[in-house]
Structures are given as structure tokens and as C-alpha cells.
């Protein structure tokens, strides 16, 4: 089950939940958001897409979650959930979960995503385990950023999985359950997309 197209010059970021209306639909506009604002007309480089394991598909994001998403400085209009297919993930260059769960639902359909499939938080927690002096290959931003990858899944096996990994879902909760849910992703995303906007080669730089 290899990739469905060769690597191209554009980074594929996957993000997951299960209806695709909160969580990992906050995440994808939130990340869009930060990107547009770090690399301006770089951002293009990135490309963020999100799905749900058993999405309401074709629904917009949860009022609620809209909400704080706009708090945090993203837009929820015209957004459109829908269903995760096998096919998303074998072709992102990074999956991105909410929940061990969900990404043991991912990688149930696309097994050979292992090494470029991370739960949010874990990624995160990689981001700062191999930290800003790794050597990363690649010319181009969407080449470094597959080389980053790589060197969080090597670092995995020095980090514990756990409980902590999980972002709860805030699905039939208060606006309070949604705004935590919205902080937990953007204190984990963040860094995440940081880390891969850092690596834009510097003679591109504005």
C-alpha cells in the first residue's frame, strides 16, 4: 500500500476526529490560519486537510466550536466535514489524530502510514524531544518537512505513550468542554506547524 503519487512540492498535513465537526475541524482551520500569517505566500507549501472516522459528513463545524475556533483567530465559514478514506492517509505526508483511538482507526486502513501517523499530542511532544538542532534534507520546505517526520518517528520509541495523548471530545458538551478542547489543539498544533514553517529555506524568507 504505497503512495498513490510521488512526493511532490507541497507538505500534506491530515488532521482526525470522529465527526469532523470539532476538533479536527478547528484544527485544520486553525493550522490554515497560522500558516497564512507565518509563511504568507509561502503557505501554499502546506497543505492542511481534515477528516472524521465516522464524520457527520457534508455538516459544518459545530457552533460551538466555531466559536472558539474564531476566538483563536481561525474561520469556520464554508467549512464541510467528511469521512476519512484509506486513501487520506496513505498520501498525507503527516497524520495528525486526536486520539490513539483514531489513530489506530487510521492506520487499520493504511497500516504502511505508521511512521508518518502520530496522535497530535504526541507529535508535539516529538517536536520538542529531537528539538531545533536535527539535521533535516531536503531543498524545498515540503522535502525538510517529510526529513522532520522521519526524525519523530525514529525518536517515538524515547517517548510513552499515554492517557494524556487523548483530546477530549467536547461533542454534546458545554461551549466550556469545546473552548478546553480548542486550547488543548492549539497548544499542541502550534509547535507542530511551527517547527515545519522553520524549515522554509532562508533565502525564501520575507
Request: aromatic letters at 2%; charged letters at 25%.
Amino acid at each position: 500500500m504505497s503512495r498513490h503519487w510521488p512526493p511532490e512540492s507541497v507538505f500534506t498535513v491530515l488532521l482526525v476526529c470522529t465527526g469532523n465537526i470539532c476538533r479536527s475541524a478547528l484544527a485544520e482551520r486553525l493550522g490554515r490560519a497560522y500558516l497564512a500569517e507565518t509563511l504568507g505566500a509561502d503557505a501554499d507549501q502546506v497543505r492542511v486537510t481534515s477528516a472524521g472516522v465516522r464524520a457527520v459528513a457534508g455538516s459544518t463545524m459545530h457552533p460551538d466550536s466555531a466559536l472558539v475556533l474564531r476566538s483563536l483567530g481561525g474561520d469556520p465559514d464554508g467549512f464541510v466535514a467528511r469521512q476519512l478514506a484509506d486513501d487520506m492517509a496513505i498520501d498525507a505526508d503527516l497524520t495528525l489524530t486526536m486520539t490513539r483511538q483514531h489513530q489506530r482507526d487510521v492506520l487499520r486502513g493504511a497500516p504502511r502510514a505508521l511512521a508518518r501517523t502520530f496522535t497530535l499530542r504526541e507529535a508535539a511532544g516529538l517536536v520538542e524531544l529531537v528539538g531545533e538542532d536535527v539535521d533535516v534534507a531536503g531543498n524545498g520546505l515540503a522535502e525538510r518537512a517529510r526529513s522532520l517526520v522521519e526524525q519523530l518517528a525514529a525518536a517515538r520509541s524515547h517517548r510513552r505513550s499515554s492517557l494524556e495523548d487523548d483530546i477530549r471530545d467536547p461533542i454534546g458538551m458545554p461551549a466550556e468542554v469545546h473552548a478546553e478542547a480548542g486550547d488543548a489543539v492549539a497548544a499542541a498544533l502550534i509547535p507542530v506547524l511551527a517547527r515545519i514553517a522553520a524549515l522554509r529555506p532562508a533565502d525564501v524568507r520575507t
